[in-house]
């Protein structure tokens, strides 16, 4: 199983980028990284999803090395409302078979 | 895109009732659906992974005659809480999703069993 292992928490503050890393070190082959966003009383959000090297949307980058055993989610000038729980989940999508979660990590942004 | 409704938000219930929720995906064709449970603080517990038409794979632990899931069509499923006690009382989320693409979820349905 391709355990995941976040920081608990992490503060930052507005306008600065914030980089989270989730370390997997016995991903599989077949395993993609994606992370997720949740609010307190809602259902996660997806942020981003990749397989290896680097990914980037309109709301943030995964970086994945080469050997793929961590990813770091970097999220740029965050404001306040990136206040949130930040999830990476390790699996298969093919088959969505041991789809592991992290404990998760409780981002802070301050003014 | 990608919306996944989920119903009730919200559910209050005397002890012994049994309580369901539904997930829908409302603008693609859900594959697969995903039963989550989620405590204060805790990360997401999955529960069960449903295919359309075929009946729901459960994880260790998670008894099947108490959570019923109902996986009917490409867009709904549903999960029933039979005979629901305090200890039921959570926060449920549901997710979707088709190929290989990741999951899209439910605004989740908090669950108290008085």
């Given at each position: 199983l391709a355990k995941t292992t976040q920081p608990i928490s992490m503060d930052s503050y507005e306008g600065q980028e914030v980089n989270i890393t989730c370390s997997?070190?016995?991903?599989?082959?077949n395993d993609y990284i994606t992370w997720y966003q949740q609010f307190p009383s809602q259902g996660p959000r997806f942020i981003i999803q990749g397989y290896k090297t680097k990914v980037t949307n309109e709301v943030a980058s995964l970086f994945i090395p080469a050997d793929r055993k961590s990813s770091t989610l970097s999220l740029p000038r965050v404001s306040l409302s990136d206040t949130a729980v930040y999830y990476c989940l390790v699996g298969d999508m093919d088959s969505n078979y041991q789809l592991i979660w992290g404990a998760g990590t409780k981002l802070i942004i301050k003014p | 895109g990608a919306v996944v409704s989920q119903h009730p938000s919200w559910v209050i219930c005397k002890s012994g009732t049994s309580v369901k929720i539904e997930c829908r995906s409302l603008d693609f064709q859900a594959t697969t659906m995903f039963w989550y449970r989620q405590f204060p603080k805790q990360s997401l517990m999955l529960m069960a992974t449903s295919n359309e038409g075929s009946k729901a794979t459960y994880e260790q632990g998670v008894e099947k005659d108490k959570f019923l899931i109902n996986h009917?069509?490409?867009?709904l499923s549903t999960l029933t809480v039979t005979s629901a006690h305090p200890e039921d009382s959570s926060f449920y989320i549901c997710s979707a999703s088709w190929g290989n693409q990741p999951q899209h979820f439910g605004d989740g349905t908090r669950l108290s069993i008085l």
């Open positions: 997997h070190n016995n991903i599989a082959t | 009917a069509s490409l867009t």
